[in-house]
């Protein structure tokens, strides 16, 4: 397993910008598929955004495409979530994960960070 470890979380107005990033421990990081995935509260874990090995593909939920960006750096073990034109309903404790296929659910992530707050005012 990798251990995770999110950052770059905090307040924003709606209409901000933040970037997310998570890095990971372990040589072996290149060969999974890293997701971020966030939870509100009093709601389920929802799938925000996959991306495979290599970076070659991505995927997001509705709610979030064209707004936000998953890239990967395998060099810094680094994942990152570049988060723009935030609004009040991406409010959420985001995560990062790590799994053998980049997919939408969470089911499938072996690894977790511990989170980190994003919260955006109106």
């Known amino acids: 397993q990798v251990q995770l470890v999110e950052s770059g979380g905090g307040l924003v107005q709606a209409g901000g910008s933040l970037r997310l990033s998570c890095a990971a421990s372990?040589?072996?990081?290149?060969?999974?598929?890293m997701g971020w995935f966030r939870q509100a509260p009093g709601k389920e874990r929802e799938f925000v955004a996959t991306?495979?090995?290599?970076?070659?593909?991505?995927y997001y939920a509705d709610s979030v495409k064209g707004r936000f960006t998953i890239s990967r750096d395998n060099a810094k073990n680094t994942v990152y979530l570049q988060m723009n034109s935030l609004k009040p309903e991406d409010t959420a404790v985001y995560y990062c994960?790590?799994?053998?296929?980049?997919?939408?659910?969470?089911?499938?992530?072996?690894?977790w960070g511990q989170g980190t707050q994003v919260t955006v005012s109106s």
């Open positions: 372990g040589r072996t990081f290149g060969s999974y598929a």
């Open positions: 994960a790590a799994g053998v296929l980049p997919t939408r659910r969470y089911n499938d992530y072996g690894s």
């Open positions: 991306i495979n090995w290599s970076g070659g593909s991505t």
